[in-house]
């Protein structure tokens, strides 16, 4: 599924996803904007040798209001790279 110029990578059946936004070094400026924002934290690692976003939602705190929030924050930075 791609949205915004993300792309979802895996299948998601708990609570964590792998996003991929047009190349490594975007996927990793994305990663950094996102970190440096504060608005959440999410992680990158490395899938089938490219560099992913890993985002996980663990906490019983969480809110659909932050998950819109965070994911409005992600399409906004990933629009001004």
Request: net charge positive; with cysteine; charged share 25%.
């Amino acid at each position: 599924m791609k949205t915004g110029g993300l792309e979802v990578l895996n299948d998601v059946v708990y609570n964590q996803v792998l996003i991929r936004f047009q190349s490594d070094e975007k996927t990793d400026l994305l990663i950094k904007g996102i970190q440096e924002s504060g608005v959440c934290w999410l992680g990158g690692t490395k899938w089938k040798n490219k560099s992913v976003m890993r985002i996980s939602v663990s906490s019983y705190k969480t809110t659909y209001e932050d998950i819109d929030i965070s994911a409005k924050e992600i399409l906004k930075i990933a629009g001004n790279l």
